[in-house]
């Protein structure tokens, strides 16, 4: 009832829009009449009084139009100056009014609204093909436009609804699949043939997010993936009917926290690949510092396998010859029993004790100090505005972080890492440069709300720099592909692909993955069987389905050169 009356409303906008620029256009046409009526009888006065010249009223009338409208024949002229001043006024007044003033509000009234009216018609309000194992995308904003990069690179079929007519028509203007329509309608998500869908991702507003939920379960049972700004709306969708509820700036803050160096060193884990777990462990301040892969011999003793090293936004396979530095991350994956005596081994070595300074008091921020509350892992958390959130093993600091004095009763000289988590890119940036050059021992670990922006504040010194858009189409996409694995880190994913022509009946060091792509082989399933960390002299079968972890360019990477 309420959408039925706004939509009332809109159009009884749209017709008071349209019936005063019909009275605009109105006035002006009557302007010009009295205008053209007033010349014609001027013109009679001084024909009359200064040419000595008499014309009739449809000749004046007719003088005045041709030259108002600068065609002026000829055939009716002044020969007095003041009948060639009185041309002149007419003229310049005609110039305006007729040639600018009249096509103005023409092109303005009615020849651009009639052009956007046509544009907006030409958004589809029905899908033009029969969809098929397609993602619902319900409405556009940076994740889900992150998200449809990752489909495209998977070739997963997609289509957006949008019931913004402006951004409806962006989308379709950009050459992407979209109907215009209302996502809280079931009619709606009929068109879109929902029964053959694979998933639904709701990304409005939490109230608008339970309206989709609603309106889909009225029809489907397809799985509902859905964004919370809060996580207290959490349990509201998962009533609503939502399988999946993704209070992303919650996770985010986990991720940042995972990243923090204090107190003993573990590994963090990531995700999962079956019965193996992918954990991430940092060198600094461990016995792995300055030492060559191979020199390193953590398979031998732990039975655990390097797939990788992560370095200041870089991500590159573990060669034997890479010699680590205070920056280097080691991507690990094994079992959980081999992982617990790894971690065993390494919880022995203590980074420090000195407290993380947390820079940001919104969601993200809070968040984050939730999670070292957990761990009990003491921080300072700076923000210009008052903290409102009781901190349990925190100290809170008002002030400007782009201030020294600030920075520096928060402990930024001794502390062993910086989370810096404010809403703002730039400021992000900023305050990482700072940051990095009054400590350079300092661990930078930084939110990004763009994907695109990570690389600028990876060069201005953050170790770990975790985007907000990234980490919700990561999620998402890999819920949609039934993987138990969330996230690695800053983009790194785990992604499978049959073994093509040009691969089968090589090695894997004659393949030149690796080399060619950036992309790592960390497992090959064949059949029931999965192959961890395969040997660089094993033959690759066609049968076989090669699983790799690398960023979403090295995939693509890969799918140019082997995936025919």
């Not at 009917?241 to 986990?254: A, Q």
């Not at 960390?533 to 690398?550: E, N």
């Amino acid at each position: 009832m309420i959408r039925r009356s706004s939509a009332n409303l809109t159009n009884i906008f749209k017709q008071r829009r349209r019936s005063d620029n019909m009275f605009v256009l109105a006035k002006f046409l009557l302007f010009i009449a009295l205008l053209v009526t007033s010349y014609s009888l001027l013109f009679h006065f001084i024909m009359k009084e200064f040419e000595g010249v008499d014309h009739s009223w449809f000749s004046g009338v007719y003088w005045v139009l041709t030259t108002m409208t600068t065609l002026g024949f000829g055939d009716i002229v002044f020969t007095s100056d003041q009948g060639r001043f009185f041309s002149m006024i007419v003229l310049i007044s005609g110039v305006f009014l007729l040639l600018i003033v009249l096509p103005y509000i023409f092109i303005s009234f009615f020849i651009a609204p009639m052009v956007e009216s046509a544009a907006r018609t030409r958004v589809p309000r029905r899908p033009s093909t029969k969809l098929k194992d397609h993602v619902i995308i319900c409405g556009e904003d940076p994740i889900a436009i992150n998200l449809k990069e990752k489909l495209r690179i998977t070739n997963q079929p997609y289509i957006f609804v949008e019931k913004d007519m402006d951004k409806a028509e962006a989308l379709f203007n950009q050459d992407l699949p979209v109907i215009q329509g209302d996502f809280s309608d079931d009619k709606t998500f009929k068109l879109l043939n929902i029964d053959s869908a694979k998933i639904i991702f709701a990304n409005q507003s939490d109230v608008e997010n339970s309206h989709i939920a609603l309106a889909v379960r009225s029809v489907s049972d397809i799985p509902i993936i859905a964004l919370a700004a809060v996580g207290a709306s959490k349990d509201i969708l998962h009533f609503a009917g939502c399988n999946y509820v993704l209070p992303i700036k919650e996770i985010l803050g986990k991720y940042l926290a995972n990243r923090c160096m204090a107190g003993a060193i573990h590994s963090n884990i990531l995700g999962s690949l079956e019965n193996l777990k992918i954990v991430e462990c940092p060198v600094y301040g461990s016995p792995f510092l300055g030492k060559t892969i191979s020199d390193l011999k953590i398979r031998e003793t732990t039975g655990v396998n390097i797939i990788g090293v992560w370095e200041r936004g870089k991500f590159s396979p573990p060669r034997p010859d890479y010699k680590t530095t205070a920056k280097s991350v080691l991507l690990l994956m094994g079992e959980k029993k081999n992982l617990e005596k790894l971690d065993t081994f390494m919880s022995i070595y203590i980074t420090s004790d000195k407290p993380i300074v947390i820079i940001g008091g919104g969601g993200v921020g809070l968040s984050v100090a939730k999670e070292l509350d957990k761990k009990d892992t003491p921080y300072y958390l700076v923000d210009v505005k008052e903290c409102k959130q009781k901190l349990g093993a925190g100290t809170f600091v008002q002030g400007d972080a782009k201030e020294r004095a600030v920075l520096e009763k928060a402990g930024i000289m001794e502390a062993p890492t910086a989370v810096i988590t404010t809403n703002d890119d730039g400021i992000n940036g900023y305050l990482t440069l700072y940051c990095r050059n009054l400590n350079k021992d300092l661990r930078i670990v930084t939110r990004a709300n763009f994907e695109r922006n990570q690389n600028a504040i990876h060069k201005a010194g953050a170790d770990f720099v975790m985007s907000y858009t990234m980490l919700g189409s990561s999620i998402v996409n890999n819920i949609l592909q039934r993987g138990n694995l969330t996230l690695l880190t800053e983009g790194l994913h785990i992604f499978r692909y049959k073994a093509s022509k040009a691969l089968a009946g090589k090695t894997i060091s004659e393949a030149h993955i690796g080399a060619l792509t950036g992309c790592n082989v960390i497992a090959i399933q064949n059949g029931e069987e999965l192959v961890n960390t395969p040997h660089h002299s094993t033959v690759i079968d066609k049968t076989d389905t090669l699983v790799m972890i690398g960023n979403m360019e090295q995939e693509e990477s890969f799918k140019e050169q082997f995936v025919h």
